[in-house]
């Protein structure tokens, strides 16, 4: 599986849009980028997931480069509540093997009131 | 709301106790995961099942047990717990075995005395 850089931490004002980067440079053609995020003590959260195209869903829109090489997950107007760790996971679409998850690191996202 | 439940949220036992934790999907999937979340290590996979048929066991110890009686309810039995089993028990879902789209439950707190 491709390896994913994200910065550790951000900050956003609440009403503002969220901006998070992920690198994704050793990405092959068949691997789709998900996005899931975790609230603190809370399980995980599905966020969306894109293969070339852009995506948008009720949650966040996802924009990948046309290289694939990075994408970028949107909140568009973020709120106290969307204060999480926000994991970008790159994986073929389905596991042929282990069903592991792998979050790594993250970004620790905070939003300011 | 994911559409995933689980009961309960909170869990203290002792290493001599029998307890269960319970999983309930209303989303009309077909695979059911258990995953272990402990402080500052990844999400581990421990149980998948497609189906009510279980599928992978990731080297579980004999002291978790799970049990998939239908689609919609997943169970992990629990005996002779060590300390070190003291972790968040996730429970997941996804349409079908493999999927990376998973939705997971809120997770129960174990603690281990």
């Known amino acids: 599986d491709a390896k994913t850089t994200q910065p550790p931490s951000m900050d956003c004002a609440e009403g503002r849009a969220a901006n998070l980067p992920c690198n994704h440079s050793?990405?092959?053609?068949?691997?789709?980028v998900y996005w899931y995020r975790q609230i603190h003590s809370q399980g995980p959260q599905y966020i969306i997931h894109?293969?070339?195209n852009n995506e948008t869903n009720e949650m966040a829109s996802l924009i990948i480069t046309e290289d694939r090489k990075s994408s970028t997950l949107i909140l568009p107007h973020a709120t106290l509540r969307d204060t999480a760790v926000y994991y970008c996971?790159?994986?073929?679409?389905?596991?042929?093997?282990?069903?592991?998850?792998?979050f790594g690191t993250g970004t620790r996202l905070t939003v300011i009131p | 709301e994911t559409g995933v439940t689980q009961t309960p949220r909170h869990l203290v036992m002792g290493m001599t106790n029998k307890k269960s934790l319970k999983c309930e999907q209303h989303?009309?999937?077909?695979?059911m995961y258990w995953y272990k979340q402990s402080a500052k290590k990844p999400l581990e996979l421990m149980f998948v099942?497609?189906?009510?048929?279980?599928?992978e066991n990731n080297s579980v110890p004999s002291r978790f047990s799970p049990e998939c009686p239908n689609s919609s309810h997943l169970f992990l039995h629990l005996h002779t717990l060590q300390p070190e089993d003291s972790a968040l028990y996730l429970c997941?879902?996804?349409?079908?075995?493999?999927?990376?789209?998973?939705?997971f439950g809120p997770g129960t707190r174990l603690t281990v005395t």
């Open positions: 997941a879902s996804s349409l079908r075995q493999g999927d990376y789209e998973q939705y």
């Open positions: 050793t990405i092959s053609g068949n691997e789709y």
């Open positions: 894109g293969l070339k």
């Open positions: 996971i790159v994986r073929v679409g389905r596991g042929t093997g282990a069903n592991n998850l792998f």
């Open positions: 989303l009309g999937h077909n695979a």
């Open positions: 099942y497609s189906l009510e048929e279980r599928v």
